[in-house]
């Protein structure tokens, strides 16, 4: 079992950066991959940005790539998401999600998700 707890989100203007942190706990997580999902009112919950633990593969989505980079601290158990150039279409709650295979996490059907936190981007 994996514990995932997100930190970061809040209220930003248009333009404006944030660094959302997701940090895992409850087993090794040595072989876990993990990503960032955001979901906004009344849509789907979209992939945003995935990374894998050991290698240090990415993968963004179109609509972030060269604004957000995801990376991680293997020693802090912990993975970020800086997220600079801020829109107000970025508004959306944005979940941390791990797995222990990578097309799982990419697909959005990971093993584990973080109960999410909000990110608002004011025009």
């Known amino acids: 079992q994996v514990q995932l707890v997100e930190s970061g989100g809040g209220l930003v203007q248009a333009g404006g950066s944030l660094r959302l942190s997701c940090a895992a706990s409850?087993?090794?997580?040595?072989?876990?991959?993990m990503g960032w999902f955001r979901q906004a009112p009344g849509k789907e919950r979209d992939f945003v940005a995935a990374?894998?633990?050991?290698?240090?593969?990415?993968r963004y989505a179109d609509s972030v790539q060269g604004r957000f980079t995801i990376s991680r601290s293997a020693a802090k158990n912990t993975v970020y998401l800086q997220m600079n150039g801020l829109k107000p279409e970025d508004t959306a709650g944005y979940y941390c999600?791990?797995?222990?295979?990578?097309?799982?996490?990419?697909?959005?059907?990971?093993?584990?998700w973080g109960q999410g936190t909000q990110v608002t981007v004011s025009s």
């Open positions: 999600a791990a797995s222990e295979t990578w097309r799982t996490v990419v697909a959005g059907t990971p093993d584990y």
């Open positions: 990374i894998t633990w050991s290698a240090g593969t990415t």
């Open positions: 409850g087993r090794t997580v040595s072989s876990i991959h």
